[in-house]
């Protein structure tokens, strides 16, 4: 797998776990834009694992 893709689905994951502690704890608004950014992050790198699996044939 492409490093910038795994560096895009682990921010995706931390992200989106760091916003939902931040919303149960604290600032409500912060953690809902961090949550919102660490699911941006996750769509950007599913979108790129589909890109490679279809340009490598593996794809249905």
Do not use: Y
């Not at 931040?22 to 919102?36: D, K, R």
């Amino acid at each position: 797998m492409n490093p910038l893709t795994l560096l895009l689905a682990i921010l995706g994951l931390t992200g989106f776990a760091l916003g939902a502690v931040l919303t149960a704890t604290g600032p409500l608004e912060l953690g809902v834009i961090i949550m919102g950014l660490g699911l941006v992050f996750q769509t950007i790198s599913l979108a790129r694992i589909r890109r490679a699996k279809a340009q490598s044939g593996e794809g249905t």
